[in-house]
């Protein structure tokens, strides 16, 4: 930055260029395993991404990583699959160090990357995150109530993709189960998933569930 005639900062006119040093740029956390109803979930860990988002779906080909197979984003994660021949024990620090550097050359170009990202792998992009809420993060929880949650659809509707589950064992047709589908599944994968627009329970019941609809989010904002 300049100074002015009195030694004070020099004003910065409309055509300054933009100081890319603030921008958002993401960044790896740690890494989990995948739940073993991922498909190759023995050959599969889900590393989390700090600050920037990642777009949904993006599948990026990473030359510099041939220890991987595929890679699927998520806004806070990364989906890695190691190729036959690799392995987690001897390849984890490369694959880390590598997918550090590709999402760093990768921050200034995510908006385009986003844009040409088809609705078929944003839809399994959900589901990944969907089976990692329901099969991983809260699979202690359903189970401690002698639940079970399976995941029968994904699809993306006008408002966003809409997560279409049903219950079994004790939860279903249990009137508590609304509380599960939407102050814990709905509510954690919204948090991995901003643009979600509902998980939904597809559940046949031969009755009307009392509390339907009470505890559903807000509609997700268009604009």
């Not at 989906?79 to 590709?102: K, P």
């Not at 990202?117 to 944003?122: A, Q």
């Not at 597809?202 to 807000?218: D, N």
């Amino acid at each position: 930055m300049g100074v002015g005639s009195d030694g004070s900062p020099a004003s910065v006119g409309p055509h300054a260029l933009p100081d890319h040093s603030q921008r958002a740029v993401p960044s790896l956390g740690h890494a989990t395993p995948a739940p073993t109803s991922v498909t190759g979930a023995e050959r599969a860990l889900r590393w989390s991404v700090q600050g920037a988002s990642l777009p949904l779906g993006w599948e990026p080909i990473a030359e510099a990583l041939p220890q991987l197979e595929r890679i699927v984003a998520e806004p806070h994660g990364l989906w890695v699959w190691l190729r036959a021949g690799y392995s987690w024990r001897n390849d984890a620090e490369a694959v880390r160090e590598g997918l550090a550097l590709m999402i760093a050359e990768a921050a200034p170009h995510l908006a385009e990357f986003e844009s040409q990202i088809g609705v078929d792998r944003r839809v399994e992009a959900v589901r990944l995150a969907a089976t990692d809420v329901i099969d991983g993060d809260l699979a202690p929880y359903i189970a401690s109530h002698g639940g079970k949650v399976h995941i029968v659809g994904v699809e993306w509707g006008d408002a966003g993709p809409v997560v279409s589950v049903e219950f079994a064992g004790a939860c279903k047709g249990c009137e508590l189960s609304e509380v599960t589908l939407h102050l814990r599944i709905e509510k954690a994968l919204a948090e991995r998933v901003p643009a979600l627009a509902e998980v939904r329970d597809a559940t046949p019941r031969t009755a009307p569930r009392l509390f339907q609809g009470l505890f559903r989010r807000p509609p997700v904002s268009s604009s």
